[in-house]
Protein backbone atom coordinates (compact mmCIF):
# COMPACT_ATOMS: atom_id res chain seq x y z
CA UNK A 1 0.00 0.00 0.00
CA UNK A 2 1.15 3.39 0.04
CA UNK A 3 3.87 4.68 2.49
CA UNK A 4 5.16 7.71 3.91
CA UNK A 5 8.82 7.45 4.42
CA UNK A 6 10.58 9.28 6.88
CA UNK A 7 14.39 10.06 6.88
CA UNK A 8 16.30 9.72 8.78
CA UNK A 9 14.86 6.86 11.55
CA UNK A 10 17.19 8.21 14.42
CA UNK A 11 19.46 11.29 15.02
CA UNK A 12 21.31 12.42 17.84
CA UNK A 13 21.89 15.95 18.43
CA UNK A 14 23.41 17.94 20.77
CA UNK A 15 21.31 20.37 22.20
CA UNK A 16 21.33 23.95 20.74
CA UNK A 17 21.78 22.73 17.43
CA UNK A 18 19.13 22.85 14.41
CA UNK A 19 17.92 19.51 12.77
CA UNK A 20 15.52 18.97 10.20
CA UNK A 21 13.48 16.24 9.92
CA UNK A 22 12.49 14.73 6.56
CA UNK A 23 9.15 13.04 5.29
CA UNK A 24 7.85 11.66 2.17
CA UNK A 25 4.54 11.73 1.69
CA UNK A 26 2.30 9.90 -0.37
CA UNK A 27 2.50 10.68 -3.80
CA UNK A 28 -1.42 12.22 -4.28
CA UNK A 29 -2.23 13.48 -0.67
CA UNK A 30 -2.48 16.72 0.08
CA UNK A 31 -2.89 17.32 3.38
CA UNK A 32 0.41 16.74 5.49
CA UNK A 33 0.86 16.28 9.28
CA UNK A 34 3.96 16.21 12.44
CA UNK A 35 2.99 14.21 15.18
CA UNK A 36 5.26 13.83 18.79
CA UNK A 37 4.98 11.02 21.06
CA UNK A 38 7.51 10.92 23.52
CA UNK A 39 7.77 7.30 25.19
CA UNK A 40 5.62 5.50 27.01
CA UNK A 41 3.23 7.94 26.20
CA UNK A 42 0.59 9.45 23.97
CA UNK A 43 1.29 10.38 20.57
CA UNK A 44 0.44 14.23 20.00
CA UNK A 45 -0.96 16.64 17.19
CA UNK A 46 1.79 19.00 16.43
CA UNK A 47 0.73 20.69 13.21
CA UNK A 48 -1.22 20.59 10.19
CA UNK A 49 -0.37 21.86 6.32
CA UNK A 50 -2.42 22.32 3.36
CA UNK A 51 -1.82 24.28 0.38
CA UNK A 52 1.38 25.32 1.63
CA UNK A 53 0.45 26.91 4.88
CA UNK A 54 0.33 25.78 8.14
CA UNK A 55 -3.21 24.96 8.79
CA UNK A 56 -2.97 24.44 12.80
CA UNK A 57 -1.01 24.06 15.30
CA UNK A 58 -1.19 22.74 18.67
CA UNK A 59 0.77 24.14 22.23
CA UNK A 60 3.88 21.84 21.47
CA UNK A 61 4.49 23.41 18.13
CA UNK A 62 6.64 26.22 19.67
CA UNK A 63 8.23 29.26 18.14
CA UNK A 64 11.61 26.94 17.73
CA UNK A 65 9.63 24.78 15.08
CA UNK A 66 8.65 25.05 11.82
CA UNK A 67 7.77 22.55 8.70
CA UNK A 68 7.59 23.30 5.00
CA UNK A 69 7.10 21.29 1.20
CA UNK A 70 8.99 23.24 -0.90
CA UNK A 71 8.39 22.51 -4.57
CA UNK A 72 6.91 19.23 -3.52
CA UNK A 73 9.75 17.70 -2.37
CA UNK A 74 9.92 16.17 1.08
CA UNK A 75 7.66 17.54 4.14
CA UNK A 76 10.45 18.95 7.05
CA UNK A 77 9.97 19.50 10.37
CA UNK A 78 12.56 21.96 11.46
CA UNK A 79 13.63 22.37 15.09
CA UNK A 80 16.28 25.61 15.55
CA UNK A 81 17.46 25.64 18.22
CA UNK A 82 16.77 22.06 19.96
CA UNK A 83 16.14 21.97 23.84
CA UNK A 84 16.17 18.32 25.69
CA UNK A 85 12.74 18.05 26.17
CA UNK A 86 12.43 17.81 22.20
CA UNK A 87 13.74 14.35 22.50
CA UNK A 88 11.34 12.09 21.36
CA UNK A 89 9.80 10.18 18.01
CA UNK A 90 8.25 12.47 15.58
CA UNK A 91 5.36 10.78 13.01
CA UNK A 92 4.59 12.24 10.09
CA UNK A 93 1.66 11.34 8.20
CA UNK A 94 -0.27 12.20 5.20
CA UNK A 95 -3.78 12.29 4.05
CA UNK A 96 -5.47 13.01 0.54
CA UNK A 97 -8.43 14.80 2.24
CA UNK A 98 -9.93 15.46 5.81
CA UNK A 99 -11.58 12.65 7.43
CA UNK A 100 -9.99 10.61 5.21
CA UNK A 101 -7.91 7.89 5.59
CA UNK A 102 -4.19 8.81 7.17
CA UNK A 103 -0.84 7.24 6.15
CA UNK A 104 1.64 7.05 9.00
CA UNK A 105 5.69 7.14 8.79
CA UNK A 106 7.75 4.97 10.66
CA UNK A 107 9.01 7.53 12.79
CA UNK A 108 12.16 9.53 13.45
CA UNK A 109 13.14 9.03 16.81
CA UNK A 110 15.40 12.52 18.08
CA UNK A 111 17.27 12.54 20.90
CA UNK A 112 18.91 15.68 22.16
CA UNK A 113 22.03 15.38 24.42
CA UNK B 1 -12.27 19.63 24.94
CA UNK B 2 -11.29 16.82 23.05
CA UNK B 3 -10.15 13.96 24.20
CA UNK B 4 -9.75 9.87 24.20
CA UNK B 5 -9.49 7.61 26.80
CA UNK B 6 -8.25 4.25 26.39
CA UNK B 7 -8.38 2.51 29.50
CA UNK B 8 -6.92 -0.59 29.87
CA UNK B 9 -3.16 -0.03 29.18
CA UNK B 10 -2.56 -4.19 28.65
CA UNK B 11 -4.94 -6.78 27.15
CA UNK B 12 -3.79 -10.50 27.43
CA UNK B 13 -6.47 -13.26 25.74
CA UNK B 14 -5.70 -16.88 24.45
CA UNK B 15 -5.87 -17.36 20.87
CA UNK B 16 -9.53 -18.40 19.50
CA UNK B 17 -11.46 -15.98 22.43
CA UNK B 18 -13.02 -12.90 21.39
CA UNK B 19 -11.66 -9.48 21.67
CA UNK B 20 -12.69 -6.36 22.61
CA UNK B 21 -10.72 -2.80 23.19
CA UNK B 22 -12.35 -0.08 24.96
CA UNK B 23 -12.60 3.26 24.34
CA UNK B 24 -14.31 6.55 24.90
CA UNK B 25 -14.22 10.06 23.75
CA UNK B 26 -15.25 13.36 24.55
CA UNK B 27 -16.52 15.81 22.46
CA UNK B 28 -19.01 18.16 22.47
CA UNK B 29 -20.21 17.25 18.44
CA UNK B 30 -20.33 14.26 16.47
CA UNK B 31 -17.14 12.87 16.37
CA UNK B 32 -15.26 11.22 13.79
CA UNK B 33 -13.56 8.49 14.95
CA UNK B 34 -10.56 5.67 13.95
CA UNK B 35 -9.33 2.84 15.31
CA UNK B 36 -4.91 1.95 14.23
CA UNK B 37 -2.68 -0.79 14.23
CA UNK B 38 0.90 -0.73 14.84
CA UNK B 39 3.17 -4.11 14.89
CA UNK B 40 6.50 -3.48 16.21
CA UNK B 41 8.99 -1.79 14.20
CA UNK B 42 6.25 -0.35 12.05
CA UNK B 43 4.18 2.55 11.23
CA UNK B 44 0.54 2.74 12.33
CA UNK B 45 -2.24 1.09 10.35
CA UNK B 46 -5.65 2.14 9.56
CA UNK B 47 -8.17 -0.57 10.53
CA UNK B 48 -11.19 1.13 10.15
CA UNK B 49 -13.49 4.58 10.94
CA UNK B 50 -16.78 5.92 11.86
CA UNK B 51 -18.12 9.48 10.32
CA UNK B 52 -21.72 8.57 10.11
CA UNK B 53 -24.48 6.12 9.52
CA UNK B 54 -24.68 2.62 11.05
CA UNK B 55 -22.85 2.42 14.15
CA UNK B 56 -21.21 -0.61 13.21
CA UNK B 57 -18.47 -0.23 10.83
CA UNK B 58 -16.37 -2.80 9.56
CA UNK B 59 -12.57 -2.80 9.13
CA UNK B 60 -9.51 -4.22 7.71
CA UNK B 61 -7.97 -7.98 9.10
CA UNK B 62 -12.15 -8.57 10.31
CA UNK B 63 -11.86 -6.18 12.68
CA UNK B 64 -14.93 -4.18 13.90
CA UNK B 65 -15.80 -1.38 15.74
CA UNK B 66 -19.65 0.07 17.33
CA UNK B 67 -20.06 3.48 17.83
CA UNK B 68 -22.53 4.16 20.94
CA UNK B 69 -23.35 7.75 21.38
CA UNK B 70 -25.48 6.95 24.90
CA UNK B 71 -22.24 6.42 26.16
CA UNK B 72 -19.69 7.89 24.18
CA UNK B 73 -18.04 4.87 23.29
CA UNK B 74 -16.28 3.42 19.88
CA UNK B 75 -14.91 -0.15 21.14
CA UNK B 76 -12.86 -2.38 18.84
CA UNK B 77 -14.02 -6.11 18.64
CA UNK B 78 -12.97 -9.20 16.55
CA UNK B 79 -13.47 -12.81 17.36
CA UNK B 80 -11.87 -15.10 17.39
CA UNK B 81 -8.62 -13.40 17.92
CA UNK B 82 -5.36 -14.68 16.21
CA UNK B 83 -1.73 -14.21 17.54
CA UNK B 84 -0.93 -12.34 14.67
CA UNK B 85 -3.14 -9.59 16.20
CA UNK B 86 -0.78 -8.95 18.76
CA UNK B 87 -0.23 -5.43 18.68
CA UNK B 88 -1.22 -1.52 20.05
CA UNK B 89 -3.83 -0.40 19.07
CA UNK B 90 -4.64 3.21 19.19
CA UNK B 91 -8.38 4.78 19.13
CA UNK B 92 -8.20 8.27 17.53
CA UNK B 93 -11.37 11.47 17.44
CA UNK B 94 -11.20 14.20 14.91
CA UNK B 95 -13.22 16.52 15.11
CA UNK B 96 -15.72 18.34 12.91
CA UNK B 97 -15.59 22.03 11.87
CA UNK B 98 -12.52 21.48 9.36
CA UNK B 99 -10.29 20.04 11.63
CA UNK B 100 -7.74 17.98 10.17
CA UNK B 101 -5.74 16.61 13.48
CA UNK B 102 -6.66 13.36 15.09
CA UNK B 103 -6.60 13.47 19.00
CA UNK B 104 -5.55 9.73 20.41
CA UNK B 105 -5.56 7.78 23.07
CA UNK B 106 -2.73 6.16 25.26
CA UNK B 107 -2.99 2.98 23.30
CA UNK B 108 -4.11 -0.61 24.14
CA UNK B 109 -1.22 -3.57 23.95
CA UNK B 110 -2.87 -6.16 23.08
CA UNK B 111 -1.31 -9.68 23.18
CA UNK B 112 -2.75 -12.98 22.38
CA UNK B 113 -1.25 -16.22 23.31
CA UNK B 114 -1.37 -19.14 21.19
Known amino acids: GPKVLQIPSHQIIDMGQMVTLNCDPVSNHLYFYWYKQILGQQMEFLVN????????KSKLFKDQFSVERPDGSYFTLKIQPTALEDSAVYFC???????????FGKGTRLTVV | AQSVDQPDAHVTLYEGASLELRCSYSYSAAPYLFWYVQYPGQSLQFLLKYITGDAVVKGTKGFEAEFRKSNSSFNLKKSPAHWSDSAKYFCALEGQGGSAKLIFGEGTKLTVSS
Open chain 1, 49 to 56: FYNGKVME
Open chain 1, 93 to 103: ASSQDRNTEVF
